[in-house]
Structure formats: C-alpha cells, structure tokens
C-alpha cells in the first residue's frame, strides 16, 4: 500500500481525504467507506478484485496497513478457534509439535490462497479425528490461560480485601477524631481550666492517634495499592571544562581582541553559504589552532 493509506478501488489517498478509512472483507481485498456504500447500493455486491460475493456485515474496520496482515490475522482466529487443541490431547510431544506445522500451513495457504481448497480439506480431517477433543475444549481455557486468570483472581482478592481493611481502619480513625472533637467541646462546658490548656492537651490527644500503629500502617498499606513513579531529576547542564596547561587563549569574538584586530582572521578561509547554515565560522578554525598551538606549553 505503500507509505500513503490508498483506497485500490477509487484511488482516494489520505491527503485528498483526511478522513478516509478502509474496510476490510473475508476476501482480504480492502475498499474505502464510500466504496463500500456504492458496492451494496443495490443490497449486494462483488469484490471488485476477486469478484467473491460479499455481505455488508462482514466489512470490518482495517486495523494494518497491509491488507494482507489484516486478512491473516482474521484467518488465524477462526481456525485456532475450530481446531481448538492443547498438548495434553496428543500422546506424545512430537505429534503436539507437528499439529502446530499443519495448523501454520493450513492458515498460509488460506491466507495467500494456494491450495486453499486441499488446506480447508485438511482442517476439516484434523476436525474429525479430534472432535471429541475439540467438542470438549469448547469451553476449556489453556494452562496458561487458567495460570493468568488465576493469578489476576488472586489479584482481585487481595486488592478487595485490602480496600476492605482501609475502609474499616478509616472509619475507626474518624470515629476516633469525632469522639476526641465531642469530648473536647464537652470538657470546654463543664472543665475550670483555661480553654487554651483544654485545646492544647485535646491537640496531643490527635497528634498521638495520628503517630499510632494503625494510622502508620494504613499509610504504609496505600503506598502499596498506589504504586507511584519516582520523580524524575531534571537534567542540570554544566559546561565541560579543558585543562589547556598553557597560556590562557584569547579571547576571538570580542570586538577588541587582539586577534581581530591584528588582521590574523584574514588569512582564514571564510565560509560559504553552506557552512554558514552549518553554523560554522572562521572564529572556530582560529580557536582551534590557537589552542593546539598554546596546549601543553608549561610542560
């Protein structure tokens, strides 16, 4: 299809249409949206390549570039889904190992349409020696399959229970404030101490419940759930230093430099357009015999 999204059928392109989507059929041949429109403006119609009779409700949205992958992606699907079959349905690895090879050829040859009919025929034989197999591994998952919904089960429970727990350790701390917050008002009415000595010993009383075991751990228990990213340090530039051990190099872009003015500049090549727009200057080729020149002389 190339490095343009390209309707084969009317030649409508991405840029022409910014809006062009391409649908996909059984056959594995693409059209665009209005393609599709006209091809069952009459209730139906025909490839336009193969000339395969098509329903409308077999279109699907494109999901690759390639028409091609679409198309065996699709294949792929159905026939893993008919011939339904796991390691533990063969007697020994070997013939496991050589379904597999036959179930890849079966889907190449569909998919590219070689030997389509001799590959249908030989899905259909594998589906009648195994159908008791396939019948009952309709509704079974793999080992794998079993192992990762285990696992994301197991997840879930400890995730609700956990919630469960916050919950509960959360409402004891609020009951907790709610009863210090009465106690105070009540001490407030009734207590002979000054109200800023009462405040104050009701102020430790908070303080002493936020420091417990139970607020520490619920804390400690919500990092866990709430996983967060460490903060990214950004990045500081320092200017690299070089240690010349010789006289200090003049200085070349100032106006007044010694340099400049003693027309040594002169006898450096200057640049064309090209090196410009490189961003080089006959500053640079001055600097940098300067500083061979000057390095190293104090040893």
Do not use: W
Request: hydrophobic share 35%; with cysteine.
């Amino acid at each position: 299809m190339g490095d343009e999204l390209l309707c084969p059928n009317c030649g409508t392109t991405k840029y022409r249409n910014p809006n062009l989507k391409l649908f996909i059929n059984v056959c594995g041949h693409s059209l665009c949206e209005k393609c599709v429109d006209i091809l069952f403006i009459r209730g139906s119609g025909s490839c336009y390549k193969c000339k395969m009779s098509l329903r409308r409700a077999n279109f699907r949205a494109q999901q690759f570039d390639d028409a091609k992958v679409d198309k065996e992606v699709e294949i792929r699907k159905k026939v893993t889904k008919e011939l339904n079959l796991f390691e533990e349905d063969f007697e020994t690895v070997r013939e496991y190992n050589d379904f597999l090879e036959q179930v890849e050829d079966i889907i190449f040859s569909i998919a590219s349409d070689s030997d389509a009919q001799q590959a249908k025929a030989k899905m259909e034989e594998i589906k009648l020696s195994k159908a008791d197999a396939i019948k009952r591994n309709r509704h079974r998952l793999s080992r794998d399959q079993e192992e990762i919904r285990r696992k994301i089960q197991l997840e879930t429970e400890a995730i609700k229970e956990l919630k469960m727990k916050l919950a509960m350790e959360e409402m004891i701390i609020q009951k907790a404030k709610q009863e210090n917050k009465s106690n105070l008002l009540k001490e407030l009415e009734t207590s002979n101490l000054p109200a800023d000595l009462i405040v104050n010993k009701h102020h430790k009383d908070v303080n002493v419940l936020l420091d417990s075991d139970l607020y520490s751990r619920r804390n400690i228990d919500l990092e866990a759930v709430a996983k967060t990213e460490p903060e990214e340090v950004c990045y500081i530039y320092s200017e690299p230093g070089a240690e010349i051990v010789g006289p200090n190099i003049p200085s070349l872009y100032a106006e007044d430099s010694v340099v400049s003015s003693a027309g040594y500049l002169d006898f450096v090549c200057s640049p064309g357009d090209v090196e410009k727009a490189g961003g080089y200057h006959k500053v640079l080729a001055c600097q940098r015999a300067l500083s061979d020149a000057f390095n190293c002389l104090y040893f």
